[in-house]
DNA sequence: CATGATTGGTAGGACTCCTACCAATGTCAT
DNA sequence: ATGACATTGGTAGGAGTCCTACCAATCATG
């Protein structure tokens, strides 16, 4: 009975971690879908609605949320069919590409976008007890884990610092060690983001 | 122009980290998604078989599979029946309480949630590169926020060493600082289970 | 301007996920 | 024992996801 659980196998560990990470996403999933329902979306719709507010016009397209979504386009079409119905956004016929729709916010869609983000709540208040100096080395191994999953094609659009051309890591020493080359600022880890509007992937 | 990006404001850092472990949990998704397709099942039915192999009998029931995917109880009796369907389980009438059905893999559905396992890959090949002294302190990170997200109530049942009864932190010095005192065995961080059989809640 | 590629809508099917509702079984007190 | 109550899980029905096909527009090109 002294080998039932192989304590020495080292692999274990990132099996745990695997493990640890998928309980955390289904967190998420919980946590956004419990608020999307709150207001009577589907998880589906309350991410298209966030991506509607934060993305610029020529990204507010069909196929381009659904590879963001990494679903096939007409559940995205789907999705937005029941949004417009739901009078949140609207889909118009004025755009420089007579294919796309432009894709709009309505005022209440605005609003519900913006109370969506509450979904972030209970993770901020567990996070606002961890101290610094466990966070900002939590925040660089899991984007070294984004990079990683991108280049196993799990992780389709990885807008992260770390795989951005305007990105140079560990330029100088200090509290903000990187630098960004398009806005021209140092940069802390704290600042590194996960889903930049200006990323352009390293060649 | 200076102010666009408030890289001073301090709740980035807890914004991104959700961001980050949002993007993972969305990866991990997309990973069972595509494994569980592969062999013409969906995630939910996916991650049922997976449970049904793990778990004893005595959890190997609707109500209670259902709180640890965190849905309602019908959904679990659908994707049941088209397991069932499919030949991968089996209801039976057997059991000691005649209003629960003993729930069992088929052969195939034994291979096929053996078979299953094979999502974690890309994530292990990913984590593959990192060195151990990253991976433990995210480990321990990640353990910590689970149980904080118990206490938000995001996490329905979560049985991690952290929040075990039989868990003694930080017992010792050296590389297995830890102790169950169900198993009576030293733990090291790498030893920390996410999902125990055998865990029971603290008081 | 014809040809082919891009874009996204619709159709239809299996499934998720919910709220209700219901039937069967178990539990407990009298 | 025997109701009363609770537990368990099945079914119904509805909105939505997500897929593969297919199709109609609209671009881009030579």
Do not use: N
Request: aromatic share 2%.
């Amino acid at each position: 009975m002294s080998g039932r659980l192989p304590l020495g196998a080292r692999p274990e560990l990132d099996a745990r971690l695997v493990a640890a990470l998928e309980r955390v996403g289904q967190a998420a999933r919980v946590a956004l879908r419990r608020e999307a329902r709150r207001r009577g979306l589907t998880p589906t719709q309350a991410q298209l609605l966030s991506r509607l507010r934060s993305e610029p016009a020529e990204r507010r397209r069909v196929d381009v949320l659904a590879a963001g979504l990494d679903v096939a386009h007409p559940t995205v079409s789907d999705a937005l069919s029941a949004l417009v119905r739901k009078g949140l956004v609207t889909r118009g016929r004025e755009g420089p590409d007579g294919r796309s729709p432009t894709l709009h916010l309505t005022p209440a869609g605005e609003r519900t976008a913006d109370e969506l983000e509450a979904w972030h709540d209970p993770f901020l208040r567990a996070l606002a007890a961890r101290p610094r100096a466990e966070k900002e080395p939590a925040l660089e191994f899991l984007l070294a884990l984004i990079g990683r999953l991108q280049r196993e094609g799990l992780i389709t659009v990885a807008r992260t610092c770390t795989t951005c051309r305007f990105f140079r890591p560990d330029l100088h020493a200090g509290p903000r060690p990187h630098y960004c080359a398009l806005l021209e600022r140092p940069l802390g880890t704290g600042d590194l983001r996960v889903d930049c509007p200006e990323h352009q992937h390293a060649a």
